[in-house]
């Protein structure tokens, strides 16, 4: 049979028990023959039998420098942050797992099959890795069947872009195969996310290879590129020669193995900054915009401080901070940083329209609130000369506050003020 004839059987929605997938006692020569080269084991599930890999890592094992099993040491404190969700407090790693697939294309798709599913999980200090995998199309109900009682086991799950890749696939081969998503009432962490919210501003990608060398110094030798997989799997159908696969099992599991690494290495780096190796430079930056949306104040002031000598985000960093501070209600440690950014021309005109807003408001130094706004309006004019474009709704802006201004002094000194 071939796959066209396997799929209609699919959408007619056949008994998938005994119209196309094998008893119990056919190909077993075959099955045992690949799952031997490949180190596995075969599973037996209602839908036929399929191939089980299965490694043990005990409790001291380290993965590119990083113990496995200190990931069971974060706080619920820092989960929720690196979730960036405080409904992750409760998470519980010893309820978690580690998933990674690899699958016979790249772009998704109900095409798209996983024909290898990883998932890792503690138990006890160990940690067990197992890996399903199809070895042909018709194979896929028992696989899933397989995942499916596994993953009952657990309360949520940890990824790297499964949030757009994995889980969607998996859930889209649960649908086409009627079969209920335990997926869908698992917590997912997805640290592709936690990672570009850490370290965007330095690396240059935040891949999961890339991540490896940056933060473990780690470099996979002889390792297969994740482009090469599909076509590698297909390989294998024509031939059936299931050797060339073991790099790709390989790959899997190094895939889960960094997960659990770098979630303990983004633990540290959320846990305290300065110590962790894992963190430098514009990081800090990040981590100061991640603490103040978590409405962690004073470790956010803390980063954008170390921010301040951070070439490429040095701008923004004293912005932020600036912004922190008048949210806070610290105006006079604002108004140092607005003076700082206007003396060396750090978002200029941001920074003389807050001192200006500043002193108008909160100190009523009308003086100086219609100096700063002057010096602003005479900036937006520079900006018109000088490019030939200019915002006309900004300058009609600064002139209705300088007005405005203008008019308080004169209601305080009783002047004539002369209004623009």
Known sequence: MNLSEKLKVFVAGKDKKDSCYPAAGEDSDELNRISRVLGGELLVTPYGRHIAVERVFEGHFCHAGVMLRSVLEISPEIIKLAAKNTDFAELDFKKTAFIDTETTGLAGGSGTYAFLIGIGYFEGDSFKLVQYFMSDFDREPAVLHSLRDLLGNFRSVVSFNGKAYDIPLLSARFLINRMGNPLE?????????????????????????????????????????????????????????????????????????????????????????????????????????????????????????????????????????????????????????????????????????????????????????????????????????????????????IKRRLNRILSKMLKVRGDQIKII
């Open 185 to 397: 009432s698992l917590a997912h962490l997805d640290l592709l996310h936690t990672a570009r919210r850490i370290f965007r501003e330095r690396l240059q990608s935040v891949s999961l290879s890339s991540l490896e060398q940056s933060l473990f110094y780690m470099a996979r030798e002889d390792d297969v590129p994740g482009f090469e997989i599909p076509s590698i799997y297909f390989k294998y159908l024509r031939e059936k020669d299931p050797l060339p696969l073991k790099p790709v099992l390989h790959h899997n599991r190094m895939d889960i193995l960094s997960l659990v690494s770098l979630l303990v290495k983004i633990g540290q780096a959320l846990g305290d900054p300065f110590q962790s190796d894992a963190c430098c430079g514009q990081d800090y930056y990040c981590l100061g915009r991640l603490y103040e949306d978590m409405g962690m104040f004073k470790e956010s002031i803390e980063c954008y401080r170390r921010a301040l000598d951070v070439p490429g985000v040095r701008d923004r960093a004293y912005r932020q901070l600036s912004l922190l501070y008048k949210r806070m209600g610290r105006w006079d440690e604002a108004e140092k940083i607005w003076i700082q950014m206007a003396r060396e021309g750090i978002y200029l005109l941001f920074a003389l329209l807050e001192l200006s807003k500043f002193y108008e408001h909160r100190k009523r130094d009308y003086e100086n609130a219609a100096r700063t706004a002057r010096q602003a309006l005479e900036l937006v004019y520079s900006k018109k000369r000088l490019l030939g474009e200019h915002d006309r709704t900004e300058i009609e802006e």
